[in-house]
């Protein structure tokens, strides 16, 4: 079953993280969400943080997992809020299993196809020999020439951890990834519907979510509306984390 970090008492939220990312990245979220009545179930997705590691990375795969959660620990008309890589797992979510999901919330990701643009992040990642046993200042450095943002790269530090005493190691399944890339893009069917309340927040700064995506959006939400959190990029949440809160708390509570 899926790691999770679990928080508060009444409707059921789940929170999904985006590629390379883990729960931890929501906690501050998930404790405020906690405080106005909802069971917040903070996921780590497999291959992330401390889910199971498997060599099959699908959609389709996500969702069954999560589905199983929910089976595993009596979630039933759950609330759900996804983030890029996890707001497809929502979307899909959704669209397939409409009995459980009662209001949906996507954070900066549509339903459309990506192309692959994380090569680079990939190849930074991949650059680092753990054997040679770096400390966690040195497996920045190896990062750096790949990944110039440097919220990206602390973004991605967060996934170290300490394997043993001697040597660190990422939380994600870095081999998984790299052999599977082209999974992150995939978009939603079309004729997949989710016809029950649903928010999209996209970033004003991001070139995730285009006004010309909204025919698109809306044809597989038709109860959708879209917000947009100013000045904001691809981690929303992250960088306006009080906009983002308001928003959705505004929405789940309606």
Not at 218 to 237: D, S
Request: contains cysteine; charged residues 20%; glycine residues 6%.
């Amino acid at each position: 079953m899926l790691y999770s970090k679990i928080e508060g008492q009444g409707q059921p939220l789940i929170i999904l993280h985006g590629f390379l990312g883990m729960s931890d990245n929501w906690k501050t979220l998930g404790v405020q969400y906690a405080e106005n009545g909802f069971e917040v179930h903070l996921l780590d997705l497999r291959n992330h943080g401390r889910s199971l590691h498997a060599d099959e990375f699908t959609y389709e795969v996500m969702v069954q997992d999560v589905v199983e959660y929910c089976a595993e620990k009596n979630l039933v008309k759950i609330d759900v809020i996804g983030h890029s890589m996890g707001g497809k797992v929502a979307m899909l979510l959704a669209a397939t299993h409409s009995d459980l999901v009662e209001k949906l919330i996507v954070a900066d990701i549509g339903p459309k196809f990506y192309p692959q643009h994380h090569q680079e992040i990939l190849a930074g990642l991949s650059a680092v020999d753990f054997s040679a046993q770096p400390s966690r200042a040195e497996v920045e450095d190896i990062l750096t020439p790949y990944i110039k943002d440097a919220g990206t790269r602390q973004f991605l530090m967060k996934s170290l951890y300490w394997k043993s005493p001697e040597q660190l190691a990422f939380r994600f399944n870095l081999a998984v990834f790299n052999q599977n890339l082209e999974a992150i893009g995939k978009p939603l069917a079309s004729d997949l519907i989710f016809d029950k309340p649903t928010l999209f927040i996209r970033g004003g700064a991001s070139s995730y979510v285009l006004d010309s995506d909204f025919e698109m959006i809306q044809q597989h939400f038709p109860k959708v509306v879209v917000e947009t959190v100013p000045k904001a990029g691809h981690w929303l949440h992250a960088e306006n984390p009080k906009l983002f809160y308001e928003l959705s708390t505004s929405f789940l509570r309606q």
